[in-house]
């Protein structure tokens, strides 16, 4: 699947914390129908079997919306379940290797927080960078904070296009105008919030204008 960058513009990534009475897969339905661009399946501690059938019906999913699906971290469960591709930290492995076993036809994302690491994952093969935290998020450590000028460095050291993630919000996407990046990755300013489908549209046409500023 050959990756637009205007795919990357807001890119939801999936967590079961906030499911309550819902499945992923209608709360990923509705993200989607409030105008996600790019869905990635993140699974933490999921059995295997379950992972992969979620990840062949979300699959499903995201064809149907003609919207790019990775899986986060799990090589095995990407090519098992067709992917259109695989999200890889920088600790998972070489994103050479990577490409070698998902194939060349499928999209590669690697995360990155400093401009050395970005320079070669581009060199490496990877599609796209998803790059942060950008702003201090509960999920995160303080250690892997990117500040703004750090993120406009890597922005311009690539070719390919870059997603900012980590703590970002409608009260806070703005700051992002004029780093450079594509689109924004995000979880709880989607998934946590009560009207999905409201919150995913709105979020869109801001970060819209953030890409544009």
Not at 12 to 18: E, I, N, S
Not at 22 to 41: I, M, P
Not at 97 to 123: F, M, P, W, Y
Request: charge should be negative; include cysteine.
């Amino acid at each position: 699947m050959k990756l637009d960058k205007e795919d990357l513009l807001l890119y939801a990534v999936t967590d079961r914390f906030w499911l309550g009475n819902e499945t992923l897969y209608s709360q990923v339905e509705k993200a989607l129908t409030g105008g996600a661009t790019f869905v990635q399946l993140r699974e933490k501690e999921l059995e295997a079997g379950k992972f992969l059938e979620e990840a062949k019906e979300i699959k499903e999913l995201c064809k149907k919306y003609r919207v790019p699906f990775v899986v986060n971290d799990n090589v095995d469960i990407a090519i098992e379940a067709d992917a259109d591709g695989v999200h890889v930290g920088q600790k998972d492995m070489e994103a050479g290797n990577v490409h070698e076993l998902i194939g060349r036809d499928k999209i590669l994302g690697v995360s990155a927080q400093t401009v050395e690491q970005a320079v070669l994952a581009e060199k490496r093969g990877a599609d796209y960078l998803g790059v942060g935290a950008v702003f201090h998020t509960g999920s995160k450590a303080d250690a892997d904070y990117v500040n703004y000028e750090t993120l406009k460095e890597i922005c311009k050291a690539v070719s390919i296009p870059v997603v900012a993630i980590g703590g970002i919000s409608k009260d806070n996407i703005m700051e992002l105008s004029g780093s450079g990046i594509c689109g924004i990755a995000v979880i709880s300013a989607i998934f946590a919030q009560p009207d999905i489908v409201k919150a995913t549209a709105q979020l869109k046409e801001l970060t819209k204008k953030m890409v544009k500023a």
